[in-house]
């Protein structure tokens, strides 16, 4: 009998919000697994007692990166992490959107200023800014051109918390196209969805976001799926990943481009995908038994 460690976070005073999280611990019990969630950064846990460690709603991460990326190297090194500690690191600093650009992947077009660098933003078009390290549109806002005051007193404020910030130009046709989630586990596309654009414009950027807004089932052109294949293959040292999310928005010319590339903690919307809760089992089942 496997045993599974599902990786979350204690979200105290509230319950945990990932929804697919009791549903994946009991289909893997009913499959013959001893599984568990277990918080990631419980002092307690014997990460060693378990055959596989899946990370997947370990939610606060974003404001702890150091200390997430630590831990899944000491995790990794205990017993098998899903996806491996490597991925974690390059995954959970946002730069790599530079390192699929230069591998040809199609990218939102994406600068950084670091602590340090003057606000360079542009004059001329609407953009956005947000931090390197961030969950669910935290500290992410949309700016236009005459805005200038309250988006370089977004990039203080990250700046003097020590964030690189992104600056990239708002993706229009994410307002009547939407961005669009594809899901991919085991190596191969499990699903997909849609949900509308999650920046409304004047925003504060520390203000509480939905982060998937009328989030709909989505069946992938064959054009996403050939850019969604072209990102997984992209990631460094091509390390086997048994779960991906990739997020793709349309750019001016119509062609869709990968926004993000999420390998740590993605949402898998199996309420939504109930059918493909089977699938994922049968792979964390496989997964665990190598």
């Known amino acids: 009998m496997p045993r599974i460690a599902l990786a979350t976070y204690d979200s105290r005073p509230q319950p945990n919000r990932d929804r697919d999280l009791p549903v994946l611990l ?56 899903a996806n491996p500690a490597e991925v974690v690191r390059w995954n959970t600093d946002k730069r790599y959107v530079g390192d699929l650009a230069a591998a040809g992947v199609p990218v939102v077009p994406t600068r950084y200023l670091a602590p340090g660098d003057g606000p360079d933003l542009p004059e001329d078009h609407e953009y956005v800014v947000k931090p390197t390290s961030g969950a669910g549109a935290r500290y992410a806002a949309r700016y236009a051109p005459g805005q200038r005051e309250e988006a370089v007193r977004h990039l203080q404020r990250m700046h003097e918390e020590g964030f690189t910030a992104m600056v990239q130009p708002y993706m229009r046709a994410i307002d009547t196209g939407g961005e669009r989630a594809l899901q991919f586990f085991g190596g191969r596309l499990l699903h997909a969805s ?23 089932p989505w069946t992938p052109t064959p054009a996403e799926l050939a850019v969604a294949e072209h990102a997984l293959a992209a990631v460094p040292d091509a390390p086997e990943l048994l779960y991906a999310r990739v997020d793709l928005v349309d750019g001016d010319d119509g062609q869709p481009r990968v926004m993000e590339l999420e390998l740590v903690e993605p949402n898998l919307f199996l309420f939504l995908h109930p059918g493909s809760v089977e699938k994922v089992v049968a792979a964390v089942l496989e997964a665990a038994g190598r």
């Open 26 to 81: 009991a289909a893997l019990r009913e499959a013959g697994a001893e599984a568990d969630a277990v918080c990631w950064d419980d002092t307690e846990a014997d990460w060693a007692a378990y055959d596989l460690v899946v990370i997947r709603s370990t939610w606060d991460y974003s404001w702890r990166a150091a200390e997430f990326v630590a831990w899944a190297h000491k995790c990794g090194t205990a017993t098998r992490l």
């Open 194 to 216: 849609r949900k509308r654009a999650v920046l409304e414009p004047g925003a504060a950027y520390d203000a509480d976001k939905v982060p998937h807004p009328d989030l709909e």
